[in-house]
């Protein structure tokens, strides 16, 4: 296993496909009326491509790039219903990438990318050039799955709700774990920038439905009075990384989302 985040480590000599040949659901050899000659000729193409297949693999020369549901069925038109993008392989077997979480440039734009099935210590930079077109359409697209929607959406309220509970000089300021594709489906082109800032100002036209309710934004005490949140509202999606071993160099990071709230009585 490689250390995560460190840009020496993992896989090396990156491709992005499985070479094992698709398993056809009908082949030739199984249909009934097919003449030997027309078997003869399955068995041979088969043969060819496999070895093909296995000298590219070795060599390295082959680098294409696809889903992995793709590789399987054969189809290149694969919904992107689970987050199963495949980027990698190497001699050790085949990694799925399950989201790419950040993007930074140095000399050359690369990804921190989440591998399915693996802790976030052991989550990679990698260049773009290792990265499938589809995993970047997703990074500046995502679809999360819905529940991953609602459960973020509910962490939200919760904290504005916690905010408002106290009145309007305390907690003006919250901070929770907020993944970032999630921030990313719910707010990419919205908001207005802030000068000298990271994050943006967003009006309540910018929290849709039904995600997001009116109630959301609003507490009302035991006496009937109402705190409620005055737009725009100033909100930053950002990561964090953190130092576990400064011996074995491992590092862990976490999903922030941060924002500043003015609050008025009605």
């Known amino acids: 296993m490689y250390s995560?985040?460190?840009?020496?480590?993992?896989?090396?000599n990156v491709m992005s496909e499985s070479f094992d040949a698709p398993t056809c659901p009908s082949s030739p050899l199984t249909q009934p009326g097919v003449c030997a000659s027309d078997s003869f000729i399955a068995i041979v193409m088969t043969t060819i491509y496999n070895m093909a297949a296995t000298r590219a693999k070795r060599s390295g020369s082959v680098k294409e790039v696809g889903y992995f549901r793709a590789l399987c069925s054969g189809n290149d038109d694969v919904e992107s219903e689970e987050d199963d993008t495949?980027?990698?392989?190497?001699?050790?077997?085949?990694?799925?990438?399950?989201?790419?979480v950040e993007k930074r440039t140095r000399k050359k734009t690369e990804y921190l990318v989440l591998w399915k099935g693996y802790?976030?210590?052991?989550?990679l930079w990698l260049p773009s050039s290792h990265i499938t077109p589809l995993a970047i359409k997703l990074f500046n697209d995502p679809e999360p799955p819905l529940r991953?929607?609602?459960d973020a959406v509910s962490a939200f309220c919760l904290a504005l709700n916690?905010?408002?509970?106290?009145?309007?000089?305390?907690k003006r300021s919250i901070q929770l774990e907020f993944h970032r594709h999630v921030f990313n489906f719910l707010f990419n082109g919205?908001?207005?920038?802030?000068?000298?800032?990271?994050?943006?100002?967003?009006?309540?036209?910018?929290?849709?439905?039904?995600?997001?309710?009116d109630n959301h934004f609003k507490y009302f005490n035991k006496y009937g009075e109402c705190c409620s949140v005055v737009f725009p509202i100033y909100m930053d999606s950002s990561v964090k990384f953190t130092q576990l071993s400064h011996k074995d160099g491992i590092k862990t990071f976490t999903e922030l989302l941060s924002a500043k709230l003015v609050k008025m009585y009605t």
């Open 4 to 12: 995560a985040l460190d840009d020496t480590c993992g896989p090396q």
């Open 148 to 150: 991953s929607v609602l």
């Open 119 to 123: 802790p976030k210590e052991d989550a």
């Open 190 to 213: 919205k908001g207005t920038k802030v000068t000298k800032k990271p994050g943006r100002l967003y009006q309540r036209s910018d929290f849709v439905e039904p995600y997001f309710k």
């Open 86 to 100: 495949l980027v990698v392989t190497d001699d050790e077997g085949i990694y799925e990438v399950e989201r790419l």
């Open 162 to 170: 916690s905010s408002l509970r106290v009145g309007l000089l305390r």
